[in-house]
């Protein structure tokens, strides 16, 4: 199984991640503003390093809270997406099964 984990809960950093037959593997990157810009290239980048691609995803998990207001909508959004147009699970829901932020 390949999952791709995503992170963007903290107003200070991205994290986006593997998990490959259960070991995990992180890419951080210190970050303020413009979330959404430099989430989609790390995903790109951690599936490269792995000689992957986006189709080789079997499902996603994301952090849904709490943290950033704005932060958790970007990860939640793309992993929402990627999860539609890849026909995978977010957070173990079923495909199309749309996952929601939880704000403190």
């Known amino acids: 199984?390949?999952?791709?984990?995503?992170?963007?809960?903290?107003?200070?950093?991205?994290?986006?991640g593997l998990k490959i037959n259960g070991k995990e593997e992180w890419i951080k990157k210190k970050i303020n503003k413009q979330k959404a810009q430099a989430t989609l290239p790390m995903i790109e980048k951690v599936l490269k390093d792995h000689s992957l691609?986006?189709?080789?995803?079997?499902?996603?998990?994301?952090?849904?809270?709490?943290?950033?207001?704005?932060?958790?909508?970007?990860?939640?959004?793309?992993?929402?997406?990627?999860?539609?147009?890849?026909?995978?699970?977010v957070n173990g829901r079923k495909a199309g099964e749309y996952e929601e932020p939880e704000y403190e």
């Open 53 to 89: 691609g986006i189709k080789d995803l079997t499902g996603i998990k994301v952090n849904t809270g709490p943290g950033s207001f704005t932060g958790l909508r970007v990860g939640i959004s793309i992993a929402n997406a990627l999860s539609f147009a890849l026909g995978v699970p």
């Open 1 to 16: 199984m390949t999952i791709l984990l995503i992170d963007t809960s903290s107003n200070k950093e991205i994290r986006v």
